[in-house]
């Protein structure tokens, strides 16, 4: 993978949202890691881990198993145009209130600090001023549809 795009509700490079395992899969080959969450009510997660690309791709669905999220700390990853990573708190604000999300919520947990925009379903995660990691997603139901916001 070359494209590290971040795109919220859409995807990930060329990699989109509603995606299969097996898309998926062709396309990046095996992940070095794969982790499986099972769920309360029957929604089990996969997790592909492809760490040398420094991003985690995670699965949803019962009928169909497809992309519902994306999480990286890949240091070349962009949004909107912009190296992500290089953004501190108050430019990533900016930033994503110049292209449309324009609330946001900032909550301390275990030391770190997340910035929500839940309009977008991407969360921020940073250790002071330094972004450590992005994650989002979107809403998939057991049909393995993606659900609207």
């Known amino acids: 993978m070359t494209d590290f795009n971040i795109q919220p509700l859409v995807?990930?490079?060329?990699l989109k949202f509603g995606q299969t395992l097996k898309e998926t899969i062709a396309k990046?080959?095996?992940?070095?890691?794969?982790d499986e969450i099972e769920g309360d009510d029957n929604m089990n997660t996969v997790i592909l881990h492809y760490w040398k690309n420094e991003m985690s791709i995670f699965f949803e669905g019962i009928e169909k198993s497809v992309i519902s999220c994306f999480e990286t700390d890949n240091q070349q990853a962009t949004l909107f145009g912009v190296k992500v990573f290089d953004l501190d708190r108050k430019s990533l604000v900016g930033h994503m209130h110049n292209h449309g999300f324009t609330e946001h919520e900032v909550e301390k947990e275990e030391g770190e600090n997340r910035v929500t925009f839940e309009e977008g379903l991407i969360d921020f995660f940073f250790h002071g001023d330094e972004m450590l990691a992005v994650s989002w997603g979107v809403l998939v139901n057991a049909n393995g549809d993606i659900?609207?916001?």
């Open 11 to 14: 995807g990930f490079g060329d």
């Open 28 to 34: 990046l080959g095996e992940a070095e890691e794969i």
């Open 147 to 149: 659900e609207q916001i």
